[in-house]
């Protein structure tokens, strides 16, 4: 059984819920390029112009990048959700954003709040210690239309005469 599921995937959101029922807990990444990325987009390789963390500004990024804009969470009580960005997959290098017990909600989009460090980065969701689950909304923005490139007869060849 999966534990990622995508319940909404649109040009513009997508809507992920990850869970785990595993008593120790467990780690579940959500990849922008693999994971977010709808049959009609293309993934474009996305950077920013600065640093976030370094510099106290805003990027600005290029390319495919989703922000996270909502957050639901569950957790055994004593236990934790953590939301992490995957700077490196190697090693791995990750960057904190986010820690929570119990259960609840919060809406960023409405109140103004929206993760954008690393926003060009995988998503890394972490079961600390026992089971729960994690509903995130993100805001994606940068990916590409898909175009359909291919013809499939006289009509479809934009120079053939009459077509």
């Given at each position: 059984m999966a534990n990622l599921h995508i319940l909404k995937n649109s040009e513009t959101e997508a809507v992920?819920?990850?869970y785990t029922d595993l008593s120790a807990g467990q780690v579940i990444d959500i990849s922008?390029?693999?994971?977010?990325?709808?049959?009609?987009?293309?993934?474009?390789?996305?950077t920013s112009d600065?640093?976030?963390?370094?510099?106290?500004g805003y990027a600005v990024y290029t390319g495919s990048?989703?922000?996270i804009?909502?957050?639901w969470w569950g957790a055994k009580d004593g236990k934790r959700v953590d939301i992490q960005r995957i700077i490196n997959p190697t090693g791995p290098v990750l960057h904190n954003h986010f820690y929570f017990i119990g259960a609840g909600y919060h809406d960023y989009k409405a109140s103004g709040f929206?993760?954008?460090?690393?926003?060009?980065?995988d998503i890394r969701v972490t079961f600390a210690g026992g089971e729960g689950f994690c509903i995130l909304r993100l805001t994606k923005s940068g990916w590409t239309s898909k175009i359909e490139t291919a013809t499939y007869g006289i009509y479809d060849d934009q120079t053939a005469v009459g077509s």
């Open positions: 992920v819920k990850v922008l390029q693999n994971d977010l990325t709808t049959a009609t987009q293309t993934y474009v390789a996305g600065i640093d976030e963390t370094s510099t106290g990048h989703a922000t804009t909502g957050v929206a993760d954008r460090i690393y926003a060009t980065k």
